[in-house]
T-cell receptor, first 113, second 115 residues
Framework: GDSVTQMEGPVTLSEEAFLTINCTYTATGYPSLFWYVQYPGEGLQLLLKATKADDKGSNKGFEATYRKETTSFHLEKGSVQVSDSAVYFCATYSGAGSYQLTFGKGTKLSVIP | DGGITQSPKYLFRKEGQNVTLSCEQNLNHDAMYWYRQDPGQGLRLIYYSQIVNDFQKGDIAEGYSVSREKKESFPLTVTSAQKNPTAFYLC??????????????FGSGTRLTVV
């Protein structure tokens, strides 16, 4: 079955630092890839997505590029803010038999002033 | 605006009681899902439903039950058989065969505490 591996957290950065959260996946065929963000006490929100190889998803200064050759979808942001403190989930969808997404375990990011 | 509504946001249950968590969506989504989230453990799938009147067990269905009598509604009952029900519960939905492009939409969650 599908699987997603994210870098373990927590990750603590100073404001304006560069962020990378690694995500690699195993999936059949040509999956779609997603990043979700969860702020404290809330549900998950879709942050960005990519549906085919070499696509770049972007939103709110975050970017991730679908790399099929390395089966990766790393999340990056050039300058983080305190308001980016949250848990980030990488997910894949291959459509193998159901409509389910497969999620990574999440990476907690804390940004300090 | 369309979305998913989970209620209540906070719920307290005495040991030995059943409790039902509500999940309603007005997105016209076919598929709905229930996840449990514990600190540091990510998301674990409890039940999912791809069409009305049909649902399947996820990875941790024991002690839980669901129904899908209407497309818009997918309530989750936490029974007294669930040994450790204190957790954050998330409901999600998707457009079925468009999940590939759109992913899931999540509700804001219900925090259940056993007292």
């Amino acid at each position: 079955g599908d699987s997603v591996t994210q870098m373990e957290g927590p990750v603590t950065l100073s404001e304006e630092a560069f962020l990378t959260i690694n995500c690699t996946y195993t999936a059949t065929g040509y999956p779609s890839l997603f990043w979700y963000v969860q702020y404290p006490g809330e549900g998950l929100q879709l942050l960005l997505k990519a549906t085919k190889a070499d696509d770049k998803g972007s939103n709110k200064g975050f970017e991730a590029t679908y790399r099929k050759e390395t089966t990766s979808f790393h999340l990056e942001k050039g300058s983080v803010q305190v308001s980016d403190s949250a848990v980030y989930f990488c997910a894949t969808y291959s459509g193998a038999g159901s409509y389910q997404l497969t999620f990574g375990k999440g990476t907690k990011l804390s940004v300090i002033p | 605006d369309g979305g998913i509504t989970q209620s209540p946001k906070y719920l307290f249950r005495k040991e030995g009681q059943n409790v039902t968590l509500s999940c309603e969506q007005n997105l016209n989504h076919d598929a709905m899902y229930w996840y449990r989230q514990d600190p540091g453990q990510g998301l674990r799938l409890i039940y999912y439903s791809q069409i009305v009147n049909d649902f399947q067990k996820g990875d941790i269905a024991e002690g839980y039950s669901v129904s899908r009598e209407k497309k818009e509604s997918f309530p989750l009952t936490v029974t007294s058989a669930q040994k450790n029900p204190t957790a954050f519960y998330l409901c999600a939905s998707s457009i079925g065969d468009r999940t590939r492009k759109s992913g899931y939409t999540f509700g804001s969650g219900t925090r259940l505490t056993v007292v």
